[in-house]
């Protein structure tokens, strides 16, 4: 392949690889903070000196989600920036050549995907230990990304069956969604995959996500957060 025709399959390569690699570093942060914030507490008995002060157990447990998610919302904006930042120094098209619209969009959705987690994570914090519950929030976070290659392979081989496996799987982790959205705004003219797969992406993700899907992740989330209410409200910490 010459050289001048191999520049835009680097540039896009290079493009998506960042936004995956960063995507899933924030996610992996996430978990590693979120998994023993209320687990590390219950073990080693902090919680009863937290709860003896004139305080709600709801309370305690909005107020940890709210702290976890300004600091991993900040985490994400100085990666989203950094990966940004770099692509325009090194003078990128796919970088340089996006819109406001794009970049606030791909933030929004940026931020989107550890704060989804983060939601998982809580749950799993009030309901297990540290260590089991890391373990199996990360177990999730890969299953969606399986779901999305699983999708994938439906539509290459033109298998409803199939298809519907991958759309399955990602209902119960629809995180890699929010990733693929993100990166088909910011990248909407990529040919990279799209030669080969139509609709797929670098992340292994299928057809692109509808508002139903988003509105199924918002109530996703918020399930997961009012199950971490309920399920710390009634827990037996004594």
């Not at 040919?191 to 199924?216: E, H, I, R």
Request: overall charge neutral; aromatic content about 12%.
């Amino acid at each position: 392949m010459p050289a001048d025709q191999f520049r835009p399959f680097a540039i896009q390569m290079v493009t998506k690889i960042g936004l995956q690699f960063s995507s899933t570093l924030i996610a992996l942060l996430t978990i590693m903070l979120g998994s023993g914030t209320v687990a590390s507490e219950l073990e080693n008995g902090l919680i009863h000196g937290i709860l003896s002060r004139p305080i709600y157990r709801y309370q305690y447990i909005l107020g940890k989600l709210f702290g976890l998610t300004i600091i991993t919302s900040i985490y994400a904006t100085v990666l989203y920036s950094a990966v940004l930042l770099i692509g325009a120094f090194y003078e990128l098209n796919t970088i340089t050549s996006l819109s406001f619209t794009q970049i606030a969009q791909g933030w929004f959705l940026y931020l989107l995907q550890p704060i989804a987690v983060l939601c998982i994570t809580m749950y799993g914090s009030v309901s297990l230990k540290t260590v089991p519950n890391g373990i199996l929030i990360i177990f999730i976070y890969i299953l969606g990304s399986v779901g999305g290659m699983v999708e994938m392979m439906g539509l290459y081989l033109n298998n409803n069956s199939v298809i519907g496996t991958g759309i399955f799987v990602s209902l119960i982790s629809p995180i890699q969604v929010i990733y693929s959205t993100m990166e088909r705004v910011l990248l909407a003219n990529s040919q990279m995959v799209s030669n080969f797969m139509p609709g797929a992406s670098l992340s292994g993700s299928g057809k692109p996500a509808s508002d139903w899907m988003f509105v199924y992740i918002g109530i996703y989330m918020l399930v997961f957060v009012i199950l971490s209410v309920y399920k710390f409200s009634h827990k037996d910490i004594s």
